[in-house]
């Protein structure tokens, strides 16, 4: 390797953008593409970014395979700051493998960890957990133990350990400092306000407030009866009844904790779970029928009792019942909670990340665009949607992927 390209590649760790590509700028040999490809990514430029990686992989001969593997582990980091997450898992895991075979350890170390992160992304907590537990974040270097640390306080995060992601977050403060590069530190300062940013609403007795992510952990274990509309489960302790398929069920159910220790009319339940105006005595059947499988599943938990004009719940063992619900809500809330990173996504990547069909997602970015409240760039397909970001908005509890209890 020449010094040039030497010079480049050390301006690059360092941080030096546009000293590394002063050094290879005019340069078209494969060393300086993928150079010249990665600082263009820095900058932002990530289309650019990925066709200069792509020729670089290109150019490098057969018997260079460290080189074409660190190419597609900068593709790769390329496409998941893109939310691409259309580009193939398997070719990142092949890079890896090679890196690892031939001794370079870091990139290889680099290549996991953004396999995590799209793991993370997508709601893969468990094998997220499972993936970041057999890395070894001490001999590597500042930045790369700052990048692990993010991510073991994401996932930290939407499990709901407050104290643990703090704690990653200040062993991921401290790598960004050694690394000295301001656009590390500044990316860590932005992970840790989520913990102080509202994460939900608490509704109880009548009455409603924000949460903090370490005030819900907190509402979680308090032996509360709370019926979660971010997760559509209703828990007390460590027992979890997921209602996610029962829409009508947890439609129910959250009324009559809205309205805990009160009554709800017959009417008004009606209104709520079957979307009717006018309620007749089919509504009211098929109340009675609903009802009793609400007990049945709220077996333990809680009773639904019969009174004059309605039901009433009443907590079996918790002493308060509350609602948490998203500080945001609507049909297509999932699909805001990922745009609120601010970032530009596909479509594609929506379905793939909320687990729903790319038809279905099209159909609600169309009817947030209607209502402006998300915009589309580009055409055909390059085009991605994004929204800015919204404050006091984090996406956590609307993210895919099950709490500790779940």
Avoid at 7 to 28: E, F
Avoid at 100 to 109: I, L, Q, S, T, W
Avoid at 328 to 347: K, T, Y
Wanted: hydrophobic letters at 50%; one cysteine or more; charged letters at 25%.
């Amino acid at each position: 390797m020449d010094s040039l390209i030497t010079a480049a590649a050390r301006a690059l760790a360092s941080g030096d953008t546009l000293g590394a590509l002063k050094r290879v700028a005019l340069r078209d040999d494969a060393p300086a593409l993928a150079l010249r490809g990665i600082a263009m990514a820095q900058l932002g430029d990530l289309v650019r970014a990925k066709a200069l990686l792509k020729s670089a992989a290109r150019g490098f001969g057969p018997r260079e395979a460290v080189a074409r593997a660190r190419c597609v582990v900068a593709e790769a980091e390329i496409a998941l700051v893109s939310r691409d997450l259309t580009w193939p898992p398997k070719a990142l895991e092949a890079a890896r493998k090679v890196l690892e075979a031939h001794g370079d350890r870091m990139n290889a170390a680099h290549a996991g960890n953004i396999a995590i992160r799209r793991l993370v992304l997508i709601g893969r907590l468990d094998e997220a957990k499972q993936a970041l537990a057999a890395l070894d974040p001490t001999p590597l270097p500042p930045a790369l133990r700052a990048a692990h640390e993010l991510v073991a306080a994401g996932i930290a995060v939407r499990r709901l350990r407050t104290h643990a992601a703090r704690a990653a977050l200040e062993r991921a403060q401290l790598a960004a400092e050694q690394a000295n590069m301001p656009v590390l530190t500044a990316e860590v300062e932005t992970a840790a306000r989520v913990l102080d940013l509202p994460a939900a609403r608490l509704v109880s007795r009548g009455h409603e407030r924000p949460l903090l992510l370490a005030e819900v952990e907190a509402l979680f274990s308090n032996g509360t009866l709370v019926v979660d509309a971010c997760r559509h489960v209703v828990r007390a302790g460590g027992v979890v009844v997921p209602l996610a398929s029962r829409p009508v069920l947890f439609a129910l159910a959250r009324a009559l904790a809205e309205a805990w220790p009160v009554d709800v009319s017959r009417g008004a339940l009606i209104a709520r779970a079957f979307r009717g105006k006018h309620a007749d005595d089919s509504h009211r059947v098929r109340l009675r029928v609903e009802i009793g499988r609400l007990r049945a599943e709220l077996a333990g938990l809680a009773e639904v009792s019969a009174t004059k004009r309605g039901f009433a719940l009443s907590p079996a063992g918790a002493s308060e019942v509350a609602v948490l619900a998203p500080l945001v809500e609507g049909p297509h809330a999932a699909v805001l909670a990922f745009l609120a990173d601010g970032e530009a996504w596909s479509s594609s990547a929506l379905a793939i990340a909320l687990g729903a069909s790319p038809r279905t997602v099209q159909r609600a970015l169309d009817a947030l665009a209607g209502e402006e409240k998300v915009q589309a760039i580009g055409r055909g397909r390059a085009r991605r949607w994004m929204s800015p970001p919204l404050s006091s908005f984090p996406t956590i509890l609307l993210l895919p992927g099950p709490l500790p209890s779940d």
